[in-house]
């Protein structure tokens, strides 16, 4: 990959304004984001069925959560 494409998804990055750790909403659901690989971000969540367990969404584009 080219510096154009890491300098792309560096901009992306900055133009969000999520941070990891932060809460955002996804989906309908507020969840808690963690960087992932370029520019997306993984989002966990409480299962509500089973409190004991968090579900996970993987790879989602920075660009589709917002700040919770």
């Known amino acids: 990959m080219g510096d154009d494409y890491h300098e792309k998804v560096r901009r992306i990055i900055q133009q969000s304004d999520v941070e990891s750790g932060d809460r955002v909403k996804y989906d ?34 920075v660009r589709d959560v917002a700040p919770a």
């Open 28 to 61: 309908g659901h507020e969840w808690r984001a963690e960087w992932g690989p370029h520019h997306s971000v993984h989002l966990k969540r409480l299962d509500p069925d089973d409190p004991t367990q968090n579900i996970t969404e993987r790879g989602v584009d």
